[in-house]
């Protein structure tokens, strides 16, 4: 039987995009698309917005987020699905004291080295932010590793 942690982190690592959910002042749910990096042990995922973005905003007003990363190539329905869930809290990281994090995120994405350049980020030039989820927990779907139950429920190391 495969080790759900080592699917888990191996599918999180390959994703590109990931599905982000936060909540507006009023509840409601808001769902947006985000670059992102991960980080285990503690379990954690950065991504970069745009600081007026809507769950930009909601984020600094209530941080429990929820989300979803596809490990799959798509093209088209009645695939094997191998993918994971998870829920959290992000807050905006400082946009100083965070160099670590920032180059680890342009050495996954280069091209987000102009907005997240640690001299503009210090001195407010770019609106650009790097934010950060706190993962509560995740939900492994996998349809390959276990066809009778792919849905998993698996705690994140903090």
Not at 4 to 15: I, M
Not at 72 to 83: A, D, S, Y
Not at 99 to 125: I, M, Q, Y
Request: charged share 25%; proline share 6%; hydrophobic share 40%.
């Amino acid at each position: 039987m495969p080790n759900e942690r080592v699917l888990l982190e191996d599918y999180v690592l390959a994703g590109k995009l990931m599905q982000l959910a936060s909540l507006n002042s009023d509840g409601s749910p808001v769902v947006c698309n985000v670059w992102y990096y991960a980080h285990f042990a503690p379990d954690v995922l950065r991504f970069i917005s745009r600081y007026d973005r809507q769950h930009s905003r909601n984020v600094r007003i209530d941080g429990r987020v929820a989300g979803s990363i596809i490990a799959i190539p798509l093209e088209g329905l009645g695939q094997t699905v191998r993918g994971v869930t998870f829920t959290g809290v992000a807050h905006e990281l400082p946009t100083r004291g965070v160099d670590g994090e920032v180059a680890t995120f342009v050495a996954r994405w280069p091209r987000s080295e102009a907005a997240l350049h640690p001299g503009k980020l210090a001195h407010d030039e770019t609106s650009t932010r790097l934010y950060e989820v706190t993962v509560a927990e995740w939900v492994l779907f996998d349809e390959a590793n276990f066809p009778e139950q792919p849905r998993r429920v698996i705690e994140a190391v903090r």
